[in-house]
């Protein structure tokens, strides 16, 4: 078993910046990855990172505005979110993937975090 819990969400203006966290515990995996979901729209992979390598993946929407990033010594992973847009607005969630080959499907994915609320006012 893998527990993620996240922190970090909150209200913010366009143009703001937030840093979400997802703190591990338990078992070891492979990948961690950041998914958002807003109202009425499907749950959508925002960023990846190979917890071992630091190999990083990103959806072409946030790419240059965001940066995933893990510290291993604390099993914390971040999602540096800058320059937001109200359409960032969505609930994010932290994910595990355990096995090796890394996967941005987020049915692929073993365990998630409670989530957490980003909203962005415009």
């Known amino acids: 078993q893998v527990q993620l819990v996240e922190s970090g969400g909150g209200l913010v203006q366009a143009g703001g910046s937030l840093r979400l966290s997802c703190a591990a515990s338990g078992r070891t995996f492979s990948t961690m990855g950041w998914f958002r979901q807003a109202p009425g729209k499907e749950r959508e992979f925002v960023a990846a990172?190979?917890?071992?390598?630091?190999?990083?993946f990103y959806a072409e929407s946030v790419k240059g505005r965001f940066t995933i990033s893990r510290d291993n010594a604390k099993n914390t992973g971040y999602l540096q979110m800058n320059n937001l847009k109200p359409e960032d607005t969505a609930v994010y969630y932290c994910?595990?993937?355990?096995?090796?080959?890394?996967?941005?499907?987020?049915?692929?994915?073993?365990?998630w975090g409670q989530g957490t609320q980003v909203t962005v006012s415009s």
């Open positions: 994910a595990a993937l355990v096995r090796f080959f890394i996967d941005l499907r987020s049915n692929k994915y073993d365990y």
């Open positions: 990172i190979r917890w071992s390598g630091g190999s990083t």
